[in-house]
């Protein structure tokens, strides 16, 4: 993980998706599911998030919109701007009503977490606070951040690529940005 900005408000996000929204919860009191008004501001959420993922920190073609506190949790956040994060699917139906038990990317700071080269694993490092630990833990394992092998081909193949040259350094610090500082790291201590 690493730390992403939140993304600002479209401006018209209010009129076109909270309001109707919370029209819609009102009609529908007992509903499972609130009604999708948000996908169209999706676009402006990848933007956001530099088209990252923001819990494995790699680009992401398509994405959804990730409730940060799930919609089964509370669903009056269904349409509130705040709560809503760029995410993988897969890791969107990892995180489910975890919510706040995962670390949320907007609180996480750059340097708490590290790729170790060559296996690919991503690490906690010294840098995460004490009051962070467990939430950080939690969060590899429940979104199978660590060294689950589905994450570790994704990075495999970024990894390649750079080893083979089809993309700079520059370029994989946009697509991996992890991946990118572990090389960095590398470089610097093979220096003599």
Aim: aromatic share 12%.
């Amino acid at each position: 993980m690493i730390h992403f900005d939140p993304v600002p408000e479209p401006h018209d996000f209010d009129k076109k998706a909270k309001q109707p929204g919370l029209r819609w919860i009102e009609k529908h009191p007992d509903a499972k599911r609130p009604k999708d008004f948000w996908t169209p501001f999706k676009p402006c959420l990848t933007e956001g998030f530099a088209h990252l993922c923001a819990y494995s920190a790699l680009f992401e073609p398509v994405g959804t919109v990730d409730h940060y506190i799930s919609v089964r949790t509370d669903m009056r956040l269904a349409y509130e701007w705040n709560n809503y994060r760029f995410a993988s699917a897969w890791m969107n139906s990892s995180k489910q009503t975890a919510d706040d038990r995962i670390l949320d990317p907007f609180e996480v700071e750059d340097g708490w977490f590290e790729i170790i080269l060559p296996s690919l694993q991503l690490v906690m490092t010294d840098s995460v606070p004490e009051e962070y630990m467990e939430k950080a833990r939690f969060t590899l394992k429940r979104l199978h951040l660590q060294d689950d092998e589905r994450i570790i081909r994704i990075r495999q193949e970024w990894y390649r690529m750079y080893l083979e040259h089809e993309i700079t350094l520059e370029g994989l610090k946009r697509k991996a940005p992890l991946i990118a500082r572990a090389i960095e790291k590398q470089q610097k201590e093979t220096i003599p």
